[in-house]
């Protein structure tokens, strides 16, 4: 099996040397033969595949590729200095779903439209219809696709078959009240053994993995951009919070300051049994003590549906740095993304939203979290799981910060509704209002 996914995965890289339509990216990155750009990466699996195959791209176009690595929590930062200051540092930019907002208002990314009319530069065989369509329409703003989708995830449920056999349970849990049941069936404190572990640590993971993870399901929401309206205390976010504050009976002590690593590593250790947490921690889960016992299921759904956490990233153009640096950088992106580089990203490691890859069967039997995240994408995850606004790192911050402090005090009300003035009073102040982008109204462009 092995050696017949690698013959498959070499055919396809090779394969991008040129194609049935006469283009070839040799061809095309002529003109820029010498040109140095530079890529924003993160310190994650998706980037260490992507700079090992970059070798590749060098050797075919002469163009060199310059990565810069950085932690999560430092990229936006990064990125933001090179753009106020027109350092002109990086070439292709990395986004989150949560920034395109800010990059598009200042200017600082091109449009994909933009190299997709110049035939030199665009792959005949690029088929942006391979995309899933709601990682399009996440980088979709004011109408215009702006980045390609790169290192996409989705929330999962994993769990420990073994324990769940231990227990009685036969199945996963398909509602968020299932999952309770069967945590207080799976925990014994005596032994320091937990049904359920949420990854909850002060910044994005309370907001993103935490707090709203328990907004959607309920029929809360963030916001609403057309009222201008902070709905988080509502009566339905209220319950689903509550839900989470009462889950937390069922997880390990400590759980407000764990991050991912450590509730990944409570998992494998078989101190919890159940975990909901990004796909992209498949492979670690698959290689450690419990590969051999590891389950994966959709996240459960709540009273208002299925909402499964909801994160990627995308790579962009930059609009400040000279042309030539522009249109090569261009040719990365796009063999990066392409689909003759789907499978062999996926054989070392990364994670990519192409739907020929992604619902291979071939792919799926060798990286079987794929089937079910994809199905989540299609029918169980919105891409505004988190609000698309100029200011979402602020906004984050209050989320964590009051999130935080409802997990610790249990005070859901009173402590929602001082999560809600200290956003209301903060949107008007920033004006943010004026900068926000609902892409979930796009979808239906790339379904078409």
């Not at 070439?91 to 907002?101: G, H, M, N, Q, R």
């Amino acid at each position: 099996m092995k050696k017949r996914w690698l013959t498959i995965g070499a055919a396809m890289l090779l394969a991008g040397v040129g194609n049935a339509y006469g283009w070839s990216l040799k061809e095309a990155a002529a003109p820029y033969k010498g040109e140095t750009i530079t890529v924003v990466g993160l310190e994650r699996p998706s980037y260490v595949a992507a700079q090992k195959l970059t070798p590749e791209f060098e050797k075919e176009t002469g163009i060199h590729v310059k990565w810069d690595i950085y932690p999560y929590e430092s990229t936006l930062k990064a990125e933001m200095l090179n753009f106020v200051s027109n350092s002109q540092e990086y070439d292709v930019v990395l986004t989150d779903v949560v920034w395109p907002v800010t990059f598009v208002d200042g200017g600082w990314v091109l449009p994909v439209k933009h190299f997709l009319d110049d035939s030199k530069l665009r792959d005949p065989d690029i088929d942006i219809k391979d995309f899933f369509p709601i990682w399009l329409a996440s980088f979709t703003v004011n109408g215009k696709l702006y980045g390609l989708p790169f290192d996409s995830y989705s929330g999962l449920l994993y769990y420990n078959k073994s324990m769940f056999k231990a227990a009685g349970i036969d199945n996963p849990p398909k509602t968020w009240n299932e999952l309770k049941s069967d945590a207080e069936k799976l925990t014994d404190k005596s032994k320091n053994i937990y049904g359920y572990a949420l990854q909850s640590a002060l910044g994005e993971t309370q907001t993103c993995d935490s707090f709203a993870r328990f907004l959607w399901p309920w029929g809360g929401r963030f916001i609403n951009t057309s009222t201008h309206k902070v709905l988080v205390n509502d009566q339905k976010s209220i319950n689903g919070i509550e839900f989470r504050q009462n889950l937390m009976k069922y997880m390990p002590p400590g759980i407000v300051s764990d991050d991912h690593a450590q509730v990944v590593q409570l998992l494998t250790q078989k101190r919890v049994a159940m975990i909901t947490e990004w796909s992209a921690f498949y492979t670690t889960l698959k290689h450690s003590a419990i590969g051999n016992e590891l389950g994966i299921a959709p996240e459960p759904k709540g009273p208002y549906g299925a909402y499964a956490a909801f994160g990627g990233f995308a790579y962009m153009v930059s609009a400040q740095v000279p042309v030539k640096r522009q249109n090569a950088a261009w040719l990365f992106v796009q063999w990066l993304t392409s689909k003759k580089m789907a499978m062999p990203l996926i054989e070392d490691g990364a994670v990519v939203a192409r739907k020929k890859a992604d619902t291979s069967p071939e792919v799926q039997e060798k990286a079987p979290y794929l089937k079910t995240m994809t199905y989540t994408w299609e029918h169980a995850t919105v891409p505004n799981f988190r609000p698309q606004l100029s200011c979402y790192p602020r906004f984050s911050t209050i989320v964590s910060d009051w999130g935080t402090k409802i997990m610790l005090s249990g005070n859901v009300k009173s402590g929602l509704n001082g999560m809600q003035k200290t956003l209301t009073d903060y949107m008007k102040a920033s004006h943010c209002w004026e900068h926000t982008n609902a892409p979930q109204k796009y979808i239906s462009r790339y379904e078409k």
